[in-house]
């Protein structure tokens, strides 16, 4: 897996750096907030596919307006993700600050704009934790994936699984 940082910053309006790995980027909005965004492998959540999950992160935690220059370079790299690799990637908004599902809803907007054009399946489903709390989990997949639907069933089948826990 690897991302490609001279093919996202021609499509990016902030300026991508890369980090220490060819996995995570980061860049800084015109209001000083820096952002970390890249995909760290995942063997837990669908143990039989290759499955990156999605992480978008205000490294300095500076409050940030709406800013669409911030939607399109998180698109730039999303993008980059499928030009340059076949994997599957997972994207998951947990509880932190009760903002989960406004962000799923963002980024949920954010792809679907941009899910013709790139060829691609998105899947997404609410999980609750243990405190009834709604999560959610989305995959992303090129349709063109040689396993597409194995690995639509892997997902829906860790989905219900979560969804049948026991609560406590």
Same mark, same amino acid.
């Given at each position: =897996?690897?991302?490609?940082?001279?093919?996202?910053?021609?499509? $990016?309006?902030?300026?991508?750096?890369?980090? $220490? +790995?060819? %996995?995570?980027?980061? /860049?800084?909005?015109?209001?000083?907030?820096?952002? &970390?965004? !890249?995909?760290?492998?995942?063997?837990?959540? =669908?143990?039989?596919?290759?499955?990156?999950?999605? #992480?978008? &992160?205000?490294?300095?935690?500076?409050? #940030?307006?709406? +800013?669409?220059?911030? @939607?399109?370079?998180? &698109? $730039?790299?999303?993008?980059? /993700? *499928?030009?340059?690799?076949?994997?599957? =990637?997972?994207?998951?908004?947990?509880? !932190?600050?009760?903002?989960? #599902? =406004? @962000?799923? @809803?963002? /980024?949920?907007?954010?792809?679907?704009?941009?899910?013709?054009?790139?060829?691609?399946? *998105?899947?997404?489903?609410?999980?609750? +934790?243990?405190?009834?709390?709604?999560?959610?989990?989305?995959?992303?997949? @090129?349709?063109?994936?040689?396993?597409? %639907?194995?690995?639509?069933?892997?997902?829906?089948?860790?989905?219900?699984?979560?969804?049948?826990?026991?609560?406590?």
């Amino acid at each position: =897996m690897i991302l490609n940082v001279e093919t996202i910053q021609e499509k $990016a309006p902030y300026k991508v750096t890369k980090i $220490a +790995d060819d %996995k995570h980027v980061a /860049f800084f909005t015109d209001y000083g907030v820096q952002y &970390i965004a !890249g995909f760290d492998k995942d063997d837990i959540t =669908m143990p039989v596919t290759e499955t990156y999950q999605f #992480s978008i &992160i205000n490294f300095n935690n500076k409050k #940030s307006p709406r +800013d669409p220059k911030v @939607r399109e370079t998180i &698109i $730039a790299i999303v993008e980059n /993700f *499928f030009v340059e690799n076949q994997e599957v =990637m997972l994207y998951i908004c947990e509880t !932190g600050d009760g903002k989960q #599902s =406004m @962000r799923n @809803r963002l /980024f949920e907007y954010w792809i679907n704009n941009y899910k013709k054009k790139w060829k691609i399946m *998105f899947l997404t489903a609410s999980i609750p +934790d243990e405190n009834g709390i709604l999560n959610y989990a989305s995959i992303i997949i @090129r349709q063109d994936h040689p396993r597409l %639907k194995e690995v639509i069933r892997e997902f829906s089948d860790t989905v219900t699984l979560l969804n049948d826990k026991p609560q406590q």
